[in-house]
């Protein structure tokens, strides 16, 4: 789903889309040189134990704020993306945020426990 910067106004518009077994969707809009992104990212994901290898299902509700600038941003605020495009790409934020939290570290219920002791 992309939606072209210069079609972007001040006024909340809703948005939804998805990746994987994920819904993507909540509202953006124009904030001066940003658009603002505020949404969830919610549904079943499988995960990776980092410590056994082995298959985690966990059902993600994660909250979403992003900017996304086009062009290039110079400032130090890491929440910032920057889109090459003339357009933004909703499934591409989706991808990067799933593939984000799938990146980090995860461990199932076994593994945990023995972690405990
Ligand atoms: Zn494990």
């Not at 400032?75 to 799933?98: K, M, P, R, T």
């Amino acid at each position: 789903m992309k939606i072209e910067f210069r079609k972007i106004s001040s006024v909340d518009t809703l948005f939804e889309t998805g990746y994987e077994n994920l819904s993507f969707k909540g509202n953006f809009r124009r904030e001066g040189k940003f658009v603002n992104v505020d949404a969830r990212i919610n549904g079943d994901v499988i995960l990776t134990c980092d410590r056994c290898g082995c298959d985690i299902e966990k059902v993600l509700d994660e909250a979403v704020q992003i900017k996304v600038i086009e062009g290039y941003y110079d400032g130090e605020d890491l929440d910032i993306i920057e889109s090459h495009e003339s357009y933004i790409d909703f499934d591409q934020i989706a991808q990067s945020e799933v593939e984000a939290i799938k990146s980090e570290y995860h461990y199932c219920k076994e593994c945990k426990q023995m972690q405990g002791e």
